[in-house]
T-cell receptor, first 113, second 114 residues
Framework: QKEVEQDPGPLSVPEGAIVSLNCTYS??????FMWYRQYSRKGPELLMY????GNKEDGRFTAQVDKSSKYISLFIRDSQPSDSATYLC?????????????FGQGTILTVHP | GAGVSQTPSNKVTEKGKYVELRCDPI?????LYWYRQSLGQGPEFLIY????????DSGLPNDRFFAVRPEGSVSTLKIQRTERGDSAVYLC????????????FGEGSRLTVL
């Protein structure tokens, strides 16, 4: 059983659709939750960051964390072909281990024009 | 550029050979991380440097793997007696100070062991 579980997809949606990506985790020590976007043959880049439970919105992107259920989500509104990438959830306990991230498997997303 | 630079971008080697992968972090970043990403998987933590010292090397899979950062800037990941299972993309990331700072990843070094 992995500490972080993420449905690998692949997920294929039409342009303009709302996309929902999810991860579950088992380690109660995780306090910081991130979503990274990774284009093919590139390194991951930070998309969203949330501390503890709650929602955070940034443009077309909304991140949700439910610590009681150990469940995090990323919503993408009005999806665009440029959103086509692999989306990775990541989490950490923080403190001196802040950069020691535990990643999910990644979900491959394709947005069709 | 101003990003994390990794060389080589691609490395093909034979089983049993020694390999070195280099990471040049963003200037001024004190924290440096190595991760390994196998095909179809998320990155897995290997080692974390704060300055010149390895603050956490708990992710190194065995004693064939070793990393150094002698002057607190460039880091080298060294793999001895490579095995086919070592084939992966090795990602380096740096952050301004470690605790609470965003990680910036390089494009990775793709290692193939034949």
């Amino acid at each position: 059983q992995k500490e972080v579980e993420q449905d690998p997809g692949p997920l294929s949606v039409p342009e303009g659709a709302i996309v929902s990506l999810n991860c579950t985790y088992s380690n109660s020590a995780f306090q910081y939750f991130m979503w990274y976007r990774q284009y093919s043959r590139k390194g991951p880049e930070l998309l969203m960051y949330t501390y503890s439970s709650g929602n955070k919105e940034d443009g077309r992107f909304t991140a949700q964390v439910d610590k009681s259920s150990k469940y995090i989500s990323l919503f993408i509104r009005d999806s665009q072909p440029s959103d086509s990438a692999t989306y990775l959830c990541a989490m950490t306990a923080g403190g001196t281990s802040y950069g020691k991230l535990t990643f999910g498997q990644g979900t491959i997303l394709t947005v069709h024009p | 550029g101003a990003g994390v630079s990794q060389t080589p971008s691609n490395k093909v080697t034979e089983k049993g050979k020694y390999v070195e992968l280099r990471c040049d972090p963003i200037s001024g970043h004190t924290a440096l991380y190595w991760y390994r990403q196998s095909l179809g998987q998320g990155p897995e933590f290997l080692i974390y440097f704060q300055g010149t010292g390895a603050a956490d090397d708990s992710g190194l899979p065995n004693d064939r793997f070793f990393a150094v950062r002698p002057e607190g800037s460039v880091s080298t990941l060294k793999i001895q007696r490579t095995e086919r299972g070592d084939s992966a993309v090795y990602l380096c990331a740096s952050s301004l100070r470690g605790q609470g700072s965003e990680l910036f990843f390089g494009e990775g070094s793709r290692l193939t062991v034949l």
